[in-house]
């Protein structure tokens, strides 16, 4: 039972100076539309970079570069790539080869990469 005066955290976006920033707690959400019009939302920590992430995405929208970040991690979907990919040519990909790319996935790649999101790696990393 809760004691008087007692309420939970608000989990209600709280209106800011700047159009499209809402403060949630301590941290500060930008919603923005994506090029199909659909409402997403991105968090920052603060309202500087809550702007700096408006601008950017309100820009990559405009000039058709935006990319829509995903959760999936690097680990999920190797698991998913390995069974479905078949191979660059018209002969496909051997039983062998499969097999030996598994087993570089499951030593080297997923050790190193595995719980970051796919969508945060590029070619730098």
């Given at each position: 039972?809760?004691?008087?005066?007692?309420?939970?955290?608000?989990r209600a976006l709280v209106k800011t100076k700047t159009p499209g920033v809402y403060k949630r707690g301590g941290r500060y959400?930008?919603?923005?539309?994506?090029?199909?019009?659909?409402?997403?939302?991105?968090?920052?920590?603060?309202?500087?970079?809550?702007?700096?992430?408006?601008?950017?995405?309100?820009?990559?929208?405009?000039?058709g570069t935006y990319r829509a970040q995903s959760n999936v991690t690097f680990a999920e979907y190797a698991a998913t790539w390995?069974?479905?990919?078949?191979?660059?040519?018209?002969?496909?990909?051997?039983?062998?080869?499969?097999?030996?790319?598994?087993?570089?996935?499951?030593?080297?790649?997923?050790?190193?990469?595995?719980?970051?999101?796919?969508?945060?790696?590029?070619?730098?990393?």
């Amino acid at each position: 039972m809760r004691s008087e005066g007692y309420s939970a955290p608000s989990r209600a976006l709280v209106k800011t100076k700047t159009p499209g920033v809402y403060k949630r707690g301590g941290r500060y959400v930008v919603l923005y539309r994506d090029p199909n019009g659909r409402q997403r939302k991105r968090s920052a920590a603060t309202m500087a970079e809550a702007r700096a992430v408006q601008a950017d995405l309100r820009s990559a929208v405009a000039r058709g570069t935006y990319r829509a970040q995903s959760n999936v991690t690097f680990a999920e979907y190797a698991a998913t790539w390995i069974e479905s990919y078949g191979g660059r040519t018209s002969r496909g990909i051997e039983a062998h080869t499969r097999a030996d790319y598994r087993k570089r996935l499951d030593m080297d790649a997923i050790p190193f990469f595995g719980r970051i999101k796919l969508a945060a790696i590029e070619p730098r990393t």
